[in-house]
């Protein structure tokens, strides 16, 4: 019997017991100084795990047993590509309808508990570490069968057809599976584990994992078109945002419009990682209406 979705949440930690970060929810100490780390400025913003709390978490049509926090989407004169949740399902939460846009694909990244992912006649265990592409147009539908809360990422992106019109097919797989790539010159100290192949045009956005060992770094300013969305997964780091050094931890979320010079440092004592969202594999549009 399918356990009741109508159970309160729980706070959390905003680490998950397999390392991956999630938002805490629950309220700080009423007493606690409002004056906090959140920053949002024309060229980035920052949402601190501290920020994704009970009161900023929304209800989506067609789910139940949920909350998710939205943490971007498209907005003028900002990021413009794609909008990024982290969903939280009940015990028997979840949808048989997730998706409102029939351009729209998604990512799906789990970091605590356990989630059932049908895709078509397909399902599929989704464990923390498990990743999901879903092209437009695929149905599918998640549930938490479990008795302990379900968090995932869900990153949405409009799909902008190639010279192939077919998006490609779904996939699933766990990240210990997907290799990681040491960068040149620094294979000891940054390594990236990319979920899509980037030889394949197919694709119009990626999602990456990012190693940063401690002490290792990014070198020079990436300035360049893509957008970004980054949450860290593990560890700490000072990132360089446009002219700003910025501390940022375990569930901290960052916000890139397209050119914001962009460079980190690893902190701490152990892997600084995070899950990277970028725009990818196509001509720029000419005009704002054709976005």
Request: aromatic share 10%.
């Given at each position: 019997?399918?356990?009741?979705?109508?159970?309160?949440?729980?706070?959390?930690?905003?680490?998950?017991?397999?390392?991956?970060?999630?938002?805490?929810?629950?309220?700080?100490?009423?007493?606690?100084?409002?004056?906090?780390?959140?920053?949002?400025?024309?060229?980035?913003?920052?949402?601190?795990?501290?920020?994704?709390?009970?009161?900023?978490?929304?209800?989506?049509?067609?789910?139940?047993?949920?909350r998710a926090w939205i943490l971007a989407r498209?907005?003028?004169?900002?990021?413009?590509?794609?909008?990024?949740?982290a969903v939280e399902l009940k015990p028997g939460g979840g949808s048989a309808t997730p998706e409102p846009d029939p351009s729209a694909q998604a990512a799906l990244f789990v970091a605590k508990g356990m989630a059932r992912l049908v895709i078509g006649a397909e399902t599929h265990m989704l464990t923390p570490g498990s990743f999901a592409y879903l092209p437009p147009g695929a149905p599918w539908e998640i549930w938490n069968d479990g008795e302990a809360l379900c968090g995932f990422h869900w990153i949405r992106k409009r799909f902008i057809p190639g010279m192939e019109p077919t998006p490609?097919?779904?996939?699933?797989?766990?990240?210990?599976?997907?290799?990681?790539?040491?960068?040149?010159?620094?294979?000891?100290?940054?390594?990236?584990q990319r979920f899509f192949d980037p030889m394949?045009?197919?694709?119009?956005?990626?999602?990456?994992?990012?190693?940063?060992?401690?002490?290792?770094?990014?070198?020079f300013a990436e300035t360049h078109v893509m957008e970004h969305g980054l949450y860290v997964l593990q560890g700490t780091g000072r990132y360089l945002l446009n002219t700003d050094w910025v501390d940022v931890g375990p569930g901290d979320f960052m916000w890139l419009?397209?050119?914001?010079?962009?460079?980190?440092?690893?902190?701490?004592?152990?892997t600084f990682r995070y899950m990277l969202y970028k725009d990818v594999n196509r001509h720029p549009a000419l005009s704002l209406g054709a976005l």
């Open positions: 019997m399918m356990p009741d979705p109508s159970t309160v949440f729980a706070p959390a930690s905003a680490i998950a017991p397999d390392g991956y970060a999630f938002p805490p929810g629950g309220m700080p100490d009423p007493s606690a100084d409002p004056v906090g780390t959140a920053v949002f400025t024309p060229s980035y913003a920052v949402l601190p795990a501290d920020t994704q709390r009970d009161i900023v978490s929304s209800m989506l049509p067609g789910w139940i047993g949920h498209p907005m003028t004169g900002f990021a413009e590509t794609f909008a990024q949740y490609p097919a779904p996939f699933v797989v766990h990240e210990r599976d997907v290799p990681r790539t040491g960068m040149p010159g620094a294979e000891d100290s940054w390594a990236t394949d045009l197919g694709y119009d956005f990626h999602i990456t994992i990012v190693n940063l060992q401690p002490g290792g770094r990014i070198p419009r397209a050119f914001c010079p962009q460079a980190c440092i690893a902190t701490g004592d152990q």
